[in-house]
């Protein structure tokens, strides 16, 4: 099975900040990976598919780039609104994997 | 507009069995694969299952293979999750989500807002 690991696991930034996540495949996945979004007490949200296909009605402020084993999910510009915890995914094959979550908050 | 609606949680003795139905509507139902997905409150996210648009193949996670079973009703609309002997780790919130493909092959665009399962004596 793929592992998915994810740094950090918690992250604070400032508002206007840009801020990076990275997520490692235990295998190379091509460009099969999703980012996730969760914001507290809410269900998740697709941000990115295919490792940098934005999806439909997310804020460019949003982007994603790799392929094979290494991903980042970069916001340009933190808003207060982006509070949430982001989680990629990988879905090469099954069993389908998450990785552990990466936790943003505003400093 | 796209939406998925859970239903069919609750609180189960260990051992027990439950059947989780998600409605669909907003789409053509029968063109996407679906998911199961769960998530123990303040933990992190679990894939459960998949199920291809017509239900011709279907995967789990080795956590709930044997049991717990997807199925579909095209007709109806409707995602399934068949769940027996319960355990205690299997408490989280279930939700299920639609896939951008007729398989597994875009990632998870569209989720329900979950219906909770506690499995406790």
């Known amino acids: 099975d793929i592992q998915m690991t994810q740094s950090p696991s918690s992250l604070s930034a400032s508002v206007g900040e840009r801020v990076t996540i990275t997520c490692r495949a235990s295998?190379?996945?091509?460009?099969?990976l999703a980012w996730y979004q969760q914001k507290p007490g809410k269900r998740p949200k697709l941000l990115i598919y295919?490792?940098?296909t934005l999806q439909s009605g997310v804020p460019p402020r949003f982007s994603a780039s790799g392929s094979g084993t290494d991903f980042t999910l970069t916001v340009s510009s933190l808003q207060p609104e982006d509070v949430a915890t982001y989680y990629c995914?990988?879905?090469?094959?099954?069993?389908?994997?998450f990785g552990q979550g990466t936790r943003l908050e505003i400093k | 507009q796209v939406q998925l609606v859970e239903s069919g949680g609750g609180v189960v003795q260990p051992g027990r069995s439950l059947r989780l139905s998600c409605a669909a509507s907003?789409?053509?139902?029968?063109?996407?694969?679906m998911h199961w997905v769960r998530q123990v409150p303040g933990k992190g996210l679990e894939w459960v299952a998949i199920?291809?648009?017509?239900?011709?193949?279907?995967y789990y996670a080795d956590s709930v293979k044997g049991r717990f079973t997807i199925s579909r009703d095209n007709s109806n609309n409707r995602l399934y999750l068949e769940l027996i002997s319960l355990r205690a780790e299997d408490t989280a919130v279930y939700y299920c989500?639609?896939?951008?493909?007729?398989?597994?092959?875009?990632?998870?665009?569209?989720w329900g807002q979950g219906t909770t399962v506690t499995v406790s004596s």
């Open positions: 989500a639609k896939d951008g493909s007729s398989g597994y092959d875009f990632g998870m665009h569209v």
């Open positions: 907003g789409f053509t139902f029968n063109n996407y694969g």
């Open positions: 199920i291809w648009y017509d239900g011709s193949k279907k």
């Open positions: 295998q190379g996945i091509s460009n099969y």
């Open positions: 295919a490792a940098s």
């Open positions: 995914q990988a879905y090469i094959s099954a069993p389908l994997t």
